[in-house]
């Protein structure tokens, strides 16, 4: 069965520009999380989708994120337009949505944004 | 943030035990502890979580006081692979708290030497 995969691996822009990160989840997965690691700092929760919704954004930085999971398949995370402080990995992670105490969520190696 | 507090960094030679601690003197009645671990350049991987009995899987134990105040994660043959930063995390257990974000704290560095 195949992992959570992220799409790019890296990705390189200029300040200003625009990047879109996609993240499959395993399939059956109706949790979907977005995390990141800034450079120095600790993984840090952004959003959380059950299906196509959005259950909880409350991690979202700013406005210049959107994350979008049209179908509830995969998802995008677009940055625009980026910042230098941007810079970090971008982890997505998906579990199954089972009213219960754990559910594993399962990491994909995440997509590693430099922001010139 | 992160309730828990962990060291920074810590060795362990091949073939030995690896036991990691964690203070989460906080901890409420209705929290599990959680371990995952991040190996170089891989997303976080869960490890084994607990209430408050010792629990064993096929990857490591996880040995929680019985004040609950602290726990320990042991690897118990660690190899080269399970290099990697190790988290503790506490979470609230509810009927609906399986599908709740993580909470990441710093971690502790662990480095198996040959």
């Known amino acids: 069965e195949a992992g959570v995969t992220q799409f790019p691996s890296h990705s390189v822009i200029e300040k200003g520009q625009t990047v879109t990160l996609r993240c499959d989840p395993i399939s059956g997965h109706d949790n979907l999380y977005w995390y990141r690691r800034v450079m120095g700092k600790e993984i840090k929760f952004l959003l959380h989708?059950?299906?196509?919704?959005?259950?909880?954004e409350s991690g979202m930085p700013n406005n210049r994120f959107l994350a979008e999971r049209t179908g509830g398949t995969y998802s995008t995370l677009k940055v625009q337009p980026a910042e230098l402080e941007d810079s970090g990995v971008y982890f997505c992670?998906?579990?199954?949505?089972?009213?219960?105490?754990?559910?594993?969520?399962?990491f994909g190696p995440g997509t590693r944004l430099t922001v010139l | 943030d992160a309730k828990t507090t962990q060291p920074t960094s810590m060795d362990c030679a091949e073939g030995r035990a690896a036991n990691l601690p964690c203070n989460h003197s906080?901890?409420?009645?209705?929290?599990?502890v959680y371990w995952y671990r991040q190996i170089h350049s891989q997303g976080p991987q869960y490890i084994i979580h607990?209430?408050?009995n010792n629990e064993t899987n096929e990857m490591a134990s996880l040995i929680i006081t019985e004040d609950r105040k602290s726990s320990t994660l042991i690897l118990p043959h660690a190899t080269l692979r399970d290099t990697a930063v190790y988290y503790c995390i506490v979470r609230v257990a509810s009927a609906y708290s399986g599908n709740t974000p993580l909470v990441f704290g710093k971690g502790t560095r662990l480095s198996v030497i040959a």
């Open positions: 607990g209430l408050k």
């Open positions: 989708f059950v299906k196509e919704s959005k259950q909880d």
């Open positions: 906080t901890i409420s009645g209705n929290e599990y």
């Open positions: 992670a998906s579990s199954y949505a089972l009213n219960r105490v754990h559910n594993e969520q399962f």
